[in-house]
């Protein structure tokens, strides 16, 4: 017989399993269409797919762990996001239709706008975390499993999500799925190939070549809630790496019509790359890696209740934190990472190779109190009662994260022969651009300070973009036109980068 696994959430029963001797937790579980935080998607590395085998036994990795006989699994809260703009409450609108969906498919987070397409007007909107998580956190973990497994699952999964979001958004509004008409999405390149239900894995691999770049419409596919005959048109993508999440970005950013030279950064487990000069569009992808969205950090996690988002430091009131949901810290989210490495580096508790010093060597100063040793191992406490804390390897991976953003940034501007001094236009897009602090990321050297007064924060401008893109022609002929002005500058043979990459990784304070 079958040994049978028990999944627990919350104290409650959630699903029997029968299961593979062998086989592990993790795999049974997603195999059950069950949601597991799994950033490194079962590979080992990331040490977050923890569960309990009783209410009060130790944590376990389910990706380590092999199904032995029946057993009881008892899997964490499950991930609640906030996520910008989900306002699918229920009311009734009225609507002159066609309708449409615009989406913004992220690699965490899909947001769908359902919009009143004869005067784009936005009804509702339905989001939730990309249900591709389970089977990792980044784009390199999706492809690799898709390498490993082939793509189709990733593809069901996502579309399966998007059917979800349309019917939760037209329910929300008590609008007829069969009213829309269109559906404009922008995603990275990897998340449009997946939703179209490409393969994404020679973009895994050089020469990273995709199965088409978009800008484009096809018919929406049966498997979607939607009118018989509807559209859908996915943003135009750059190359494998510069996706239609970024070129939705900049028509919503209006970066056609910005006066000036002026760069566009999207952070994410990517750091995309935008320098507009001279009318023309300079890019590149930088592999800032998933440090800033905390995954692969001792005390790393995602902007969920528990998460230090921010960390101010006096040296009459000590470190200031701000913790999501009012709650006991447990960990550091993105934005609470540069922020306490900002105070780190601006208190010398870093010095500017990016050491974490000893507390003797700080005695007389006030952050001293925060330096100690955990495991015989230098660390900086941001919650001692809590056991949160920063340790030298987490320093390390932020510091080649920013190095390579800000080595990016350079490379673009020596491409196009201009210096920091002839940039008059610094646009922050996604969401980690709305909530990082614009000081502590100058001041760790993510960008140059000169470009902190005319740092301006975007939004999630892929999603404005994608409905932007859904109600007119003239924004998709927008976009079209943008293409003929793109160059492409590959990092990974750049002699400059990898000058500016060293030298990027020095801290400045
Ligand atoms: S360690 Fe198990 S999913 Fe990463």
Same mark, same amino acid.
């Given at each position: 017989?079958?040994?049978?696994? @028990?999944?627990?959430? +919350?104290?409650?029963?959630?699903? &029997?399993?029968?299961?593979?001797?062998?086989?592990?937790?993790?795999?049974?579980?997603?195999?059950?269409?069950?949601?597991?935080?799994?950033?490194?998607? +079962?590979?080992?590395?990331?040490?977050?797919?923890?569960?309990?085998?009783?209410? *009060?036994?130790?944590?376990?990795?389910?990706?380590?762990?092999?199904?032995?006989?029946?057993? *009881?699994?008892?899997?964490?809260?499950?991930?609640?996001?906030?996520?910008?703009?989900?306002?699918? @409450?229920?009311?009734?609108?009225t609507y002159t239709g066609p309708l449409g969906i615009a989406v913004d498919i992220g690699t965490t987070t899909v947001v769908a706008h359902l919009t009143d397409i004869p005067n784009c007007t936005r009804l509702a909107t339905a989001s939730g975390v990309n249900a591709q998580r389970t089977y990792g956190a980044d784009v390199i973990s999706r492809i690799q499993y898709c390498a490993e497994n082939g793509h189709e699952v990733l593809t069901r999964v996502i579309r399966a999500q998007l059917a979800g979001l349309i019917s939760k958004a037209c329910k929300s509004v008590g609008a007829n799925p069969k009213d829309i008409?269109?559906?404009?999405?922008?995603?990275? &390149?990897?998340m449009q190939h997946?939703?179209?239900g490409y393969s994404p894995v020679a973009m895994g691999v050089a020469p990273f070549t995709p199965v088409e770049l978009f800008g484009n419409e096809r018919p929406a596919g049966k498997d979607l809630p939607v009118a018989d005959d509807a559209v859908l048109y996915f943003a135009p993508c750059v190359y494998s790496y510069v996706g239609g999440d970024i070129t939705a970005g900049m028509l919503a950013? $209006?970066?056609?019509?910005?006066?000036?030279?002026? !760069?566009?950064?999207?952070?994410? &487990?990517?750091?995309e790359l935008v320098l507009k000069a001279d009318d023309r569009y300079y890019c590149c992808a930088t592999a800032a890696g998933p440090a800033f969205e905390g995954a692969e950090i001792a005390k790393g996690m995602a902007a969920i209740q528990g998460a230090i988002s921010h960390v101010k430091w006096s040296a009459e009131k000590g470190l200031e934190l701000t913790v999501i949901g009012d709650a006991a810290p447990e960990g550091l989210?993105?934005?609470?990472?540069? *922020?306490?490495?900002?105070?780190?580096?601006?208190?010398?508790?870093?010095?500017?190779?990016?050491?974490? !010093?000893?507390?003797?060597?700080?005695?007389?100063?006030?952050?001293?109190?925060?330096?100690?040793?955990?495991?015989?191992?230098? !660390?900086?406490?941001?919650?001692?009662?809590?056991?949160?804390?920063?340790?030298?390897?987490? !320093?390390?991976?932020?510091?080649?994260?920013?190095?390579?953003?800000?080595?990016?940034?350079?490379?673009?501007?020596?491409?196009?022969?201009?210096?920091?001094?002839?940039?008059?236009?610094?646009?922050?897009? +996604?969401?980690?651009?709305?909530?990082? $602090?614009?000081?502590?990321?100058?001041?760790? +050297?993510?960008?140059?300070? *000169?470009?902190?007064?005319f740092a301006r924060t975007m939004g999630n401008t892929a999603g404005e973009g994608a409905a932007l893109a859904l109600c007119t022609q003239a924004a998709r002929d927008t976009l079209k036109n943008m293409m003929d002005n793109f160059e492409v500058v590959e990092l990974s043979t750049s002699k400059i980068f990898n000058e500016q990459f060293i030298d990027q990784m020095m801290f400045e304070g």
């Open positions: 017989m079958s040994p049978v696994l @028990k999944i627990y959430r +919350g104290g409650k029963l959630i699903h &029997t399993a029968e299961a593979v001797p062998g086989e592990t937790l993790y795999e049974r579980i997603i195999a059950s269409d069950i949601y597991l935080e799994a950033p490194c998607g +079962g590979r080992g590395k990331c040490g977050k797919c923890l569960v309990q085998l009783s209410p *009060d036994g130790p944590k376990v990795r389910a990706c380590q762990t092999q199904v032995s006989g029946d057993m *009881d699994v008892y899997l964490p809260e499950e991930m609640h996001m906030k996520i910008a703009g989900d306002d699918a @409450k229920s009311k009734t609108v008409h269109y559906i404009s999405i922008a995603g990275n &390149t990897i997946l939703a179209a950013s $209006d970066l056609e019509n910005i006066k000036g030279n002026c !760069v566009y950064i999207d952070i994410g &487990t990517n750091g989210c993105g934005s609470g990472l540069m *922020d306490a490495l900002a105070v780190m580096v601006s208190t010398s508790a870093v010095d500017e190779t990016g050491r974490l !010093v000893d507390a003797g060597e700080l005695e007389h100063h006030p952050i001293s109190r925060y330096l100690g040793k955990r495991e015989g191992k230098n !660390v900086f406490w941001l919650s001692k009662e809590h056991d949160v804390y920063m340790i030298p390897g987490d !320093v390390r991976k932020l510091q080649l994260a920013k190095a390579a953003i800000a080595a990016g940034i350079q490379t673009l501007l020596h491409t196009a022969g201009k210096t920091n001094k002839d940039i008059s236009g610094f646009l922050l897009a +996604g969401g980690f651009g709305s909530f990082l $602090d614009q000081h502590s990321a100058a001041t760790i +050297g993510l960008f140059p300070k *000169d470009f902190l007064p």
